[in-house]
């Protein structure tokens, strides 16, 4: 009680040394930027998950406890979502009462510019994006892996060991002609396992190409990587293959060594979805597809990472846009014309990010243009309209 208090008297006393004008269109802020929060959330959990959870709970027999529990722990991946949004109709539609009752026409009559103005709103938009990044990055694989686990544990369609499920790996290197004894690039081998549990791959596939003319298929009902051998140890299985004459030989085992890296375990201890790495697992993926030739999926996780950068500052960009929207002299909206205005601008700018980000996972740009791009043409609309407004 002690600590909570001595923390709330110091927040007091920094606000109190904030200037006068700051703490006024502060406070005009907050009010808005709580119901924006309040408002986005409350949709799109209901749409992204409390409809599912309920037919889960009437078709599944999920009890209503763990549901609770399941949409707690989901419930900060959709603040992340919010927050950029709440800034944008938090400022939007504070600034626009305040320019409809005149009041910012009385501070510039007395020489208060229109950008000292929205320095309020761009300092809170920088705190929100803070408070974003931690929550993207710290936050929010946790909880989603959690409610993830909880959720299949209860319907009974996970082991509490499980890892990974449809773990794919490809392996570029050198295939060997051996005719002429000629080394050439390319993909030479294909891993594919239906679970990961246990340190132990199920239902297992491997295609490989390493000799030119040959193809060989392997499958085995599991497999597990055998450290004293460095080779991975398949179980109950058989070979088959193909010869360049047409010829095809078949050959069961129950135990056999084969020399292949450890990629395909490194791969099935990520997560599924880039959305539930921090970046420092994100990196991690980024470089493992890296070192195993996998090109698009490198591509794709550099352009994951960029975004974990860029979501945070749409906090920023939607802050610089609204306030210099509301700001605009004569300029008066309401809260439902707010949201519906916001509602068109989030949905603006999220599509020019979807658009750059396909562009970057394709390769056509680089993977910190593509993410950054939607924010650099943003801000300058926002600089614009800021002019507009200043005017």
Not at 50 to 56: G, H, N, W
Not at 78 to 101: E, Q, W
Not at 132 to 149: C, H, K, M, Q
Not at 358 to 382: D, Q, R
Request: hydrophobic letters at 45%; aromatic letters at 10%; proline letters at 4%.
């Amino acid at each position: 009680m002690d600590l909570i208090q001595t923390i709330w008297y110091k927040v007091l006393i920094n606000w109190r040394k904030l200037p006068l004008l700051d703490r006024w269109i502060l406070a005009e802020l907050l009010p808005p930027l709580y119901f924006a929060v309040a408002a986005f959330t409350v949709v799109s959990l209901s749409v992204g998950v409390m409809f599912d959870l309920v037919r889960k709970i009437v078709e599944s027999g999920l009890p209503a406890q763990i549901a609770i529990q399941v949409l707690l722990l989901r419930l900060p991946s959709f603040l992340v979502i919010s927050f950029p949004m709440a800034v944008l109709m938090a400022t939007l539609l504070a600034y626009s009462r305040l320019s409809a009752n005149s009041e910012l026409k009385a501070l510039r009559s007395i020489g208060v510019s229109t950008k000292r103005m929205i320095a309020p709103a761009i300092a809170l938009a920088l705190l929100m994006t803070g408070i974003t990044f931690i929550f993207n990055d710290s936050i929010v694989p946790l909880a989603n892996r959690n409610a993830e686990f909880i959720l299949k544990s209860s319907l009974g369609k996970a082991i509490a060991t499980e890892e990974g499920e449809d773990i794919i790996y490809s392996r570029k290197g050198e295939i060997t002609d051996l005719q002429t004894d000629q080394k050439l690039k390319g993909v030479t081998h294909l891993f594919y396992a239906h679970n990961f549990t246990n340190n132990q791959m199920n239902k297992v596939t491997v295609v490989d190409f390493s000799r030119l003319g040959y193809t060989q298929l392997l499958l085995a009902e599991r497999a597990f990587w055998n450290e004293n051998e460095g080779k991975w140890e398949f179980l109950e299985g058989r070979i088959l293959t193909l010869s360049p004459d047409g010829g095809s030989t078949t050959a069961k085992f129950e135990r056999y060594l084969y020399p292949l890296d450890t990629g395909p375990k490194k791969i099935a201890q990520l997560p599924k979805d880039s959305n539930d790495m921090t970046v420092a697992e994100a990196i991690r993926a980024a470089t493992l597809y890296s070192e195993v030739g996998n090109v698009k999926e490198a591509r794709r996780m550099k352009v994951r990472i960029q975004e974990k950068f860029t979501l945070p500052m749409a906090c920023v960009v939607f802050g610089l846009i609204g306030s210099s929207l509301g700001a605009k002299p004569n300029t008066r909206t309401s809260r439902s014309q707010g949201f519906g205005l916001s509602v068109l601008l989030i949905l603006i700018y999220y599509v020019l990010s979807f658009t750059f980000s396909s562009l970057g996972v394709k390769g056509t740009l680089l993977p910190f243009v593509a993410a950054w791009s939607p924010v650099i043409i943003s801000m300058l609309g926002g600089g614009v309209l800021l002019k507009q407004a200043s005017n």
